[in-house]
């Protein structure tokens, strides 16, 4: 299982990673989301990415599971399931904040 919290305002930026995440997809992928926020978008399958991005700016039914796949290790896709939850902050989506479990 992995956790992350990413701020949508006033930019676009993790928070926080469960480090478990490198287990599962490649020592380094933390620090590398974390540098770059943008790194999600690119790892994430073609198929995933108008889901991911519906996530992130409030577009998604957060009662249900996002089944979602990212690039592995060796370049294969995993699956994931992630339960996600809406921060909002005044009225406004501040973050997303989700836990994942390889399916």
């Given at each position: 299982?992995?956790?992350?919290?990413?701020q949508?305002?006033?930019e676009?930026?993790?928070?926080?990673?469960?480090?478990?995440?490198?287990?599962?997809?490649?020592l380094?992928?933390?620090?590398?989301?974390?540098?770059?926020?943008?790194?999600?978008?690119?790892?994430?399958?073609?198929?995933?990415?108008?889901?991911?991005?519906?996530?992130?700016?409030?577009?998604?039914?957060?009662?249900?599971?996002?089944?979602?796949?990212?690039?592995?290790?060796?370049?294969?896709?995993?699956?994931?399931?992630?339960?996600?939850?809406?921060?909002?902050?005044?009225?406004?989506?501040?973050?997303?904040?989700?836990?994942?479990?390889?399916?």
């Open positions: 299982m992995s956790f992350c919290y990413y949508v305002e006033p676009f930026k993790f928070k926080y990673i469960s480090p478990s995440l490198d287990t599962y997809l490649g380094g992928v933390v620090e590398a989301a974390m540098d770059n926020p943008y790194d999600c978008f690119e790892r994430s399958h073609p198929d995933d990415v108008e889901q991911l991005h519906d996530k992130v700016t409030g577009k998604l039914d957060y009662s249900q599971p996002i089944l979602q796949h990212w690039s592995g290790p060796g370049g294969e896709y995993l699956w994931f399931e992630e339960y996600a939850s809406p921060v909002y902050h005044d009225g406004q989506l501040i973050a997303v904040q989700g836990n994942s479990i390889l399916d």
